[in-house]
């Protein structure tokens, strides 16, 4: 009984890191999207099909980061928390990367960095759907599209407290383009923290 109790809080802790996840990416979409288009043309880009290159890139490297995810989870004995921890690195890098700027080509491998994370979505996904009851599933299910819903919901507030941010830290500028990147870089690894020591 004591080891049932023990599994059924584990798991809890874990489902709400998966939510916060969830949470975390659909705020990160809903602020990079928006106002990539005049970071890039700041950054000298002149391409509209360059543009729409760097704008797939996430989705792209996170179909075929969660594919291959999803297999190496299936074929090795791969801890679903180091799947998550491992995600949320790329999530990190790549925020961080991302409001450095520099270039065009740096934004675009930062968005393929961050894009690596889709490793975590097939996978723990996959792990709650093993790990819960027919009965319990739909509920864990609901919740995680709740949490990516919420996320959507919100993030306009963020965006624009994020429209007030300007100032420099050791001579980079930090403004509403890539602003959203730092921010989202140390919301990422607050959450890491969370989920190495659950």
């Known amino acids: 009984m004591g080891s049932e109790s023990e ?24 602020m990079i999207l928006p106002n990539l288009h005049l970071y890039l043309q700041t ?14 890139a996430y989705s792209v490297s996170s179909a075929i980061s969660g594919l291959l995810g999803g297999c190496l989870v299936d074929l090795t004995p ?44 097939t996978a ?5 759907g093993r790990i819960t009851t027919r009965e319990e599933r739909t509920m864990f299910f609901s919740l995680t599209e709740t949490a990516f819903q919420v996320g959507i919901l919100l993030s306009p507030a ?28 140390f919301l990422w690894i607050i959450l890491l923290l969370a989920a190495t020591f659950a």
């Not at 809080?9 to 990416?25: D, P, Q």
């Not at 950054?43 to 797939?56: H, K």
């Not at 700027?101 to 393929?112: D, H, M, P, Q, T």
Request: aromatic share 14%; charged share 10%.
């Open 7 to 30: 599994f059924k809080e584990k798991r809890s802790h874990s489902f709400i890191i998966v939510c916060v996840y969830i949470f975390f990416g659909s705020c990160e979409l809903v």
């Open 43 to 56: 950054l000298g880009l002149t391409s509209e099909a360059c543009f729409g290159l760097i704008l797939s």
């Open 78 to 121: 791969c801890h679903i928390k180091s799947v998550l921890i491992v995600s949320i690195m790329f999530r990190i890098l790549g925020n961080f990367q991302y409001s450095l700027g520099l270039s065009v080509w740096n934004v675009f491998f930062a968005r393929v960095i961050t894009g690596l994370s889709g490793v975590a979505g």
């Open 124 to 128: 723990v996904l996959a792990e709650f």
């Open 158 to 185: 963020l965006q624009f407290l994020i429209s007030l941010v300007n100032f420099d830290i050791f001579g980079l500028a930090i403004n509403i383009l890539n602003a959203p990147g730092l921010v989202m870089g």
